[in-house]
């Protein structure tokens, strides 16, 4: 003991307000409480420890541990008071926008502060939304959407952004993320498809590498993180979502019906958690969606059945935020049924995330009546303590400050610019096959950058970026695509930026040639559900304008593919950049050519939208541009011949 209390001094003495000191007095206080428990000997094996603390935990005890919810109804004495076992830190709110990593740290402690006070000092797991780095946490590096790594083809390069987040979620006193989203989106007007590598389930099986990315690689004992792995402060626990079929729903409609054989479903949803349960993904959360009418929160054949009995996945189970509401129609038509229900198809932790007390008292109320087991209680607990335990949070349930400048390091936005250069995907390359656009020339006279993506971090970005919803403008620091071109030319070409300009003012200043960057909107969820996939009609006004008096590259910034087709013609080169992230100087560096073009498409691109859902392999398949397809470039020195 005396080892933990000498790191816990450690660990504070980098910590100089009274807050801090408090938190210290606690945590003393706490190992003089328990001293003698067999459970907070971090060298007795995991099973007593379990075994031990289970012993010792009163219902209203279990039914806390059980129990994630949000940070804006959370505080010290909520969480000691009811026991609380997790918190949520949803998009926006507080810390402030421009709140410093320290803020985040600050909070997280306080909110550990009313954890370690209780009778037990259960330490609380802290998860947070962290889809593409550490998008909540301004100056966080934010990697390209999933869509983009899957068109990169590069499972280590996901590896290593998944290292990468996992510091700078670490770096705000986070130890666990909501990601990845491993779902396989058979139909882009389905409002998440950017959140699913691919449409192919063999590559999103690649892309599971994120995993131990976050987690660290993980010994074979307890088939995830045993050990020290995840104890290392710079890993957090991952969250393979949403199991399952998520991304097969009717017409792409978010929270839909997946209608679907068990064959398909085996084949096409489900590899993915497969492969991600044996490289030791921590938790696994359920989807919104049903399968063949069947609310997936209610399932108990694919979430006890398969998932826990037949996979052997020995992690947590959560909710989706407000998932259980959601299994009636309309939402909380009968909650009791709905928590019943959800519980005893064998969900552990239940996302609430405002109504806590109602969940708590309806949950303890079922127990009583016998409705829910006591087994089914002590299943979802041993499963919630073994993660807190095999994460080392009881040895270090605060904030290690050391970690804050991992949060928008430089390494990290060098991997960000990598990724984005390799999510790249060149469709066309030339009105004639002879003549190629690209790689431009870097010693032009004069060029035009127009598009009302150009210029704007948070359109690059997309949703999940500093908010639920995502927002434009320079909402973080990043490199907007603009800024990375001009970055990129000779410092006597002149770069002209017009977002939309009209025909005769492209015409009439002489430009070598034009980029042109057009895009989507930041969106998620069932606000991105899109019915003709159309952007806005000032984008493609801008092609037209531009594109008819200039040679032109028009650079596609969506979280899927869009309708393009009538205006191919028009173009000189089309590229689909996806959603890249804060570092847009990556798209420069392909344009440019200090990097090639070797991107392949990671989802059909349609023609029309009435073709979807269209996928490879489909009877119907004829497409603007394949799955896989993509040409390539080879590195230039940036000279070239500059048009006059």
């Known amino acids: 003991m005396q080892q933990i209390k000498i790191s816990y001094q450690s660990q504070f003495s980098k910590m100089a307000d009274s807050s801090a000191f408090h938190l210290l007095l606690l945590l003393f206080c706490f190992l003089f409480a328990t001293g003698d428990a067999e459970y907070t000997h971090p060298r007795q094996p995991l099973d007593a420890r379990l075994r031990d603390l289970m012993s010792q935990m009163t219902l209203e005890e279990k039914i806390g541990q059980m129990t994630q919810i949000a940070k804006e109804v959370a505080s010290p004495q909520i969480i000691k008071k009811h026991h609380i076992g997790s918190i949520l830190i949803a998009p926006g709110g507080e810390p402030a926008i421009h709140a410093s990593a320290e803020a985040w740290m600050d909070m997280a402690d306080s909110f550990q502060e009313g954890a370690l006070s209780t009778r037990l000092g259960i330490p609380l797991i802290i998860g947070v939304d962290a889809l593409h780095g550490n998008n909540n946490a301004y100056n966080a590096t934010i990697f390209p959407h999933n869509v983009g790594l899957g068109a990169t083809r590069d499972p280590q390069l996901v590896q290593r952004i998944g290292a990468a987040t996992a510091l700078e979620v670490r770096a705000t006193g986070i130890p666990y993320t909501f990601a990845p989203c491993i779902a396989v989106c ?16 063999n590559i999103v099986r690649e892309m599971t590498e994120i995993v131990p990315g976050l987690q660290g690689y993980l010994p074979a004992e307890f088939q995830y993180f045993e050990g020290d792995s ?3 402060s710079g890993k957090v626990a991952a969250c393979a979502k949403h199991f399952v079929g998520d991304g097969g729903t009717t017409d792409g409609i978010d929270e839909y019906n997946t209608v679907i054989d068990w064959d398909g479903l085996k084949s096409i949803h489900m590899p993915a958690y497969v492969d991600s349960i044996r490289k030791g993904v921590a938790t696994i959360m359920i989807s919104y969606s049903s399968w063949n009418g069947k609310k997936m929160h209610t399932n108990y054949d694919l979430i006890t059945g398969y998932l826990k009995n037949e996979l052997k996945f020995k992690g947590f189970v959560i909710s989706d935020s407000e998932g259980l509401d959601r299994i009636t129609t309309p939402p909380r038509a009968n909650y009791t049924y709905s928590v019943e229900a959800a519980i005893n198809a064998g969900i552990d932790m239940v996302m609430v995330p405002y109504t806590y007390l109602e969940f708590i008292n309806e949950l303890t109320s079922l127990v009583s009546k016998g409705a829910v087991s006591m087994s089914r209680i002590d299943d979802a607990v041993e499963r919630i303590l073994r993660v807190k335990f095999i994460m080392g949070l009881f040895e270090q349930p605060l904030s290690d400050r050391t970690m804050v400048k991992h949060l928008g390091s430089q390494e990290h936005r060098r991997i960000a610019r990598e990724a984005v250069r390799k999510s790249l995907v060149l469709l066309k390359n030339g009105k004639n096959v002879s003549k190629p656009l690209l790689p431009l020339p870097k010693n032009a ?7 009302s993506h150009a210029n704007d971090i948070g359109r690059q970005c997309g949703g999940w970026t500093m908010d639920w919803q995502g927002q434009s403008g320079n909402i973080t620091i990043g490199t907007s695509i603009l800024s990375g071109v001009r970055d990129a030319v000779d410092q006597e070409t002149e770069v002209v930026y017009i977002e939309n300009p009209e025909n005769a003012v492209a ?5 070598s040639f034009a980029i042109v960057v057009v895009g989507e909107e930041p969106y998620s969820e069932y606000e991105g559900d899109s019915k003709d996939l159309r952007l806005s009609e000032a984008c493609y006004s801008t092609i037209s304008n531009v594109c008819g008096v200039v040679e032109c590259v028009v650079v596609v910034v969506s979280g899927r593919p869009v309708v393009m087709e009538p205006f191919v013609d028009e173009m000189d080169a089309l590229v689909a950049a996806w959603l890249p992230g804060s570092e847009g100087g990556g798209v420069a560096d392909v344009l440019f050519g200090d990097y090639g073009f070797s991107g392949k498409l990671p989802r059909t691109w349609f023609r029309r939208v009435e073709q979807l859902p269209m996928n490879k392999g489909d009877a119907h398949y004829d497409p603007l541009f394949g799955f896989g397809f993509g040409l390539t470039t080879m590195p230039s020195d940036g000279v070239g011949v500059a048009a006059e």
Do not use: M, Q, T
Request: net charge positive.
């Open 230 to 232: 995840c104890k290392n």
């Open 507 to 511: 015409a009439s200043l002489n430009f």
């Open 186 to 201: 058979r139909d882009p007007r389905w409002g998440r498809c950017y959140e699913s590598y691919s449409e192919d389930p």
């Open 445 to 451: 006279r004069r060029l035009l950058v127009a598009g």
